[in-house]
């Protein structure tokens, strides 16, 4: 095992610089990152969190900060490797390979891990693609605490949290982690883990199936601080899905009701929006949502057509997305649904049963993407794989996407992109990602330096949005 070297009588100092530079569709508050600087307090070390995203010269920014502070330990947070969107598709493992040249240039005696999200999805690629030796597929906060402890072993980690009850944000935030304000909607988790067999997504690997949760006391005890010190009234549940457990969601949800409704509570004016599966046990669960502060819902749906929804792996039925849908929507909730179109088995009816479906529901908005990221390890590899859409060793760090049964792009399913964009143009709550590249874009830039907070999808300005095709 190698530890960090350790000025005598100091504490392990860890560095957590969080890559991420993407925008759109809103910049990404670092609050795992800041969970693992808890863990490293926790464990007696001290820690801060370098944001690459706040600085318009990142790279010089960073080896000040490395230079000044000298940590014993870099761990580098790499949260996604692509936008997930076709056409227009933003790679950013180059990006990702010049931030740890960075700081193995200004910090050459500091030991350097790598984790996060994308990381534990493509741990070996990465680790050939940054020159990294070290690395931590799984939770961060254990590995973190081993660091500080001397116990990680070096090559790649496997690291798991058997419960979330110690997981929580450092106990001097702005100290570890200067941009908090600078942030117009934070994330919070309350829960992690997914039991829902979604045949692209990879949740499962990142957090696993078993769905452990964090206390409610902990998780509004969190929601309450940042906007007692931080001044931030619009929040959002990170979770895969806050409805995973229905139970935790309303333990949660009565906790903050609870809270909102005592004299002076800081809770008082702070909304949150969340992902959620469209099956719920009570309609009247999406009322007490909204009692607690929710102000919009996101139904990550992917299909509204029937025949699809088994394809995708779905555990609901359209019987369910109309009564959830409903439910939301009279209780004061904004609604999007989240499509995918070009799954296993899509066709041009399929399509138009969709289209058809959610003009009936008629939410706030849809967002729609066409074709489906291929992920390693997935059962929509192992389709793809068996359908000749990739190969046996196909490098999936570089983005593949599928679509019915085609790489997205074959002239075989030129009718999908068509198809979709039909639907969209005439529809203008609709939204595709994938239609033009939105790095640039002036809408998410303008709308935040308007003080608009929340879901881009409930404040983004639609009409004639399809002139960018």
Same mark, same amino acid.
């Given at each position: ?8 009588? /100091?504490?392990?100092? *860890? ?24 863990? *490293? ?30 940590? /014993? ?7 996604? *490797?692509?936008?997930?969107? %076709? ?6 493992? /180059? ?8 700081? @193995? ?5 500091? @030991? ?18 940054? =020159? ?6 799984? $939770? ?25 009850? /110690? ?20 994330? *919070? ?57 229905? $139970? ?7 906790? =903050? ?75 004061? =909730? ?45 059962? =929509? ?75 881009? %999808? @409930? ?11």
């Amino acid at each position: 095992m190698r530890s960090p070297s350790r000025r005598a009588g /100091d504490a392990t100092r *860890v560095l957590i610089v969080v890559a991420n530079r993407e925008q759109f569709p809103e910049p990404a508050f670092p609050a795992g990152a800041l969970y693992v600087a808890g863990a *490293v307090e926790a464990a007696g070390g001290k820690a801060r969190v370098f944001d690459a995203g706040l600085h318009r010269r990142p790279l010089a920014a960073l080896r000040a900060e490395l230079e000044a502070w000298r940590p /014993d330990a870099v761990g580098l947070s790499l949260r996604n *490797v692509d936008n997930a969107a %076709w056409p227009h598709t933003r790679t950013y493992a /180059d990006w990702y390979a010049r931030v740890a040249e960075a700081v @193995r240039a200004a910090a050459p005696e500091a @030991r350097l891990v790598l984790g996060g999200p994308a990381f534990s999805i493509f741990p070996r690629e990465l680790r050939r693609a940054l =020159l990294v030796a070290d690395g931590v597929v799984g $939770d961060g906060e254990d590995a973190a605490r081993r660091l500080v402890t001397g116990d990680l072993p070096t090559g790649i980690v496997e690291a798991r949290l058997e419960d979330l009850a /110690d997981v929580r944000f450092p106990a001097d935030l702005s100290g570890v982690f200067g941009g908090a304000a600078r942030y117009r909607t934070v994330g *919070v988790q309350t829960a992690r883990g997914c039991r829902h067999g979604c045949i692209y997504c990879t949740y499962p690997r990142l957090e696993g199936a078993r769905l452990r949760r964090r206390p409610p006391e902990a998780v509004v005890d969190e929601m309450e601080r940042l906007r007692r010190d931080f001044k931030i009234v619009e929040q959002f549940v990170v979770d895969s899905s806050f409805n995973a457990a229905e $139970d935790h969601m309303v333990d949660v949800c009565e906790e =903050l009701r609870r809270r909102r409704e005592l004299p002076g509570a800081p809770l008082a004016d702070v909304s949150f929006s969340c992902y959620l599966q469209p099956r719920v046990s009570d309609p009247a669960v999406l009322g007490l949502l909204a009692a607690a502060g929710c102000t919009s819902v996101d139904f990550g749906i992917d299909t509204a057509a029937e025949a699809m929804l088994p394809r995708f792996g779905k555990s609901f039925t359209v019987a369910d997305l109309r009564t959830a849908t409903g439910a939301a929507m009279a209780a004061g =909730l904004d609604v999007c649904h989240s499509l995918l179109f070009g799954g296993p088995g899509e066709t041009p009816a399929t399509v138009a049963e969709t289209v058809r479906v959610t003009d009936e529901l008629a939410p706030t908005a849809v967002v729609a993407m066409v074709g489906v990221r291929i992920y390693p390890g997935t059962a =929509l590899a192992r389709i793809a794989l068996e359908e000749g859409v990739i190969g046996e060793r196909e490098p999936l760090l570089e983005p593949r996407f599928y679509a019915a049964g085609h790489p997205a792009g074959d002239e075989a399913v030129a009718w999908l992109p068509r198809q979709v964009r039909e639907a969209a143009v005439g529809r203008r709550s609709w939204f595709l990602p994938g239609a033009r590249d939105w790095s640039a874009a002036w809408g998410p830039r303008v709308l935040r330096r308007f003080g608009k907070a929340g879901p881009l %999808w @409930r404040n983004f300005p639609r009409p004639r949005w399809y002139r960018y095709f």
